[in-house]
């Protein structure tokens, strides 16, 4: 019996014959290339799946210049954050960013020198086509090696020391003097602040947007200390204000698990709330819907945080002109305020 040939692999030339365009449009859809027509690229997506067409991904890559990746960079590798529900939806609006493009998600931890290393190469070796950056603290050492690097990047958050060429942010000062504007509202004139961490640019932007606004409307801010962003970080900084200002008639918390953990202490201490203080958080996580009462938080777009990242940079590998993006806040009333 005769052998069976091997069944030849479609080109992309009978894929454009097929689909009716040049073979210059299909390769751009193939390649995933900005500025193709809707119709078009149905038309392309369609051939090639009748065809049975498979890119050659190695020559794909050296005709671009590109590899395909995206990282995302985290200077953390404690397993809690895997669980804080802020990092997962960011991750969530991420990958519906990256559903409709050819792209895939490399997540890399650079906490420890070993990682830092690893990503610096990966870096210069052009291993990624750009890098999506988040939770940066202070002079972290990922903002130098990735300027050094020369590769597209994205930060989630400004970091605090220096505005990068493309970022995605909340309107954190914002977001802060509408809680604490709120609270005025309400009558509350000694309002102390529960603060992030103030070696990120989201802990002092807050504590910026609380100070703004009891200074414009003439009070003194009563109190402050500094939290982690965590429900035991508020907790203590809850048991803190207590003993330095015992008359303390409201709280603004700089994130939901903050003033889940000052709820806590405040139940426990024998005041009510919102009778005797009333709080307000930030983020609108879905712990603000689970705290004993519910809380009063202003709301801010996580998964569109991850998203707007995402498109950003997409736009940027492409070559695009792109600006930096201030997402809005709002404030959600519950019953804790």
């Not at 690097?149 to 970091?159: D, E, F, K, N």
């Not at 009563?222 to 303390?248: I, N, R, V």
């Amino acid at each position: 019996m005769a052998a069976v040939a091997p069944r030849r692999q479609p080109t992309l030339d009978e894929v454009a014959e097929r689909a009716g365009v040049s073979r210059s449009a299909a390769s751009r859809v193939i390649n995933n290339a900005p500025h193709v027509s809707r119709a078009t690229r149905d038309a392309v997506e369609k051939a090639v799946k009748e065809l049975g067409y498979l890119p050659n991904r190695t020559a794909r890559a050296l005709a671009t210049r590109q590899t395909g990746i995206v990282a995302l960079a985290v200077p953390d590798d404690d397993p809690q954050l895997f669980a804080d529900p802020f990092f997962a939806q960011v991750i969530v609006g991420v990958s519906a960013a990256l559903e409709d493009t050819d792209l895939h998600l490399l997540l890399c931890l650079a906490s420890s020198g070993r990682g830092r290393a690893r990503l610096t190469k990966l870096l210069q070796t052009r291993g990624v086509d750009g890098i999506l950056l988040v939770a940066l603290r202070g002079d972290d050492p990922l903002t130098d090696i990735v300027r050094r690097a020369g590769v597209p990047a994205v930060y989630g958050g400004r970091p605090l020391h220096f505005e990068p060429e493309w970022y995605v942010d909340s309107d954190n000062v914002g977001g802060a003097r509408l809680a604490t504007e709120h609270l005025i509202g309400l009558g509350r004139t000694r309002i102390v602040s529960i603060t992030g961490q103030m070696c990120t640019e989201a802990g002092a932007a807050r504590h910026r947007g609380y100070r703004e606004a009891m200074v414009i409307a003439g009070l003194t801010p009563h109190g402050t200390a500094e939290g982690d962003f965590t429900e035991a970080g508020g907790a203590a900084a809850m048991k803190t204000l207590l003993d330095e200002h015992p008359d303390l008639d409201a709280v603004f918390a700089a994130n939901d698990n903050m003033a889940a953990g000052a709820l806590r202490v405040l139940g426990g201490s024998g005041r009510s709330v919102p009778g005797d203080v009333a709080v307000v958080g930030f983020d609108d996580l879905g712990i603000a819907e689970r705290t004993e009462p519910p809380l009063t938080t202003v709301h801010q777009s996580i998964q569109g945080l991850g998203k707007e990242m995402t498109r950003l940079l997409i736009g940027v590998i492409a070559g695009q002109e792109r600006s930096s993006i201030i997402l809005p806040t709002r404030l959600v009333l519950r019953e804790s305020a």
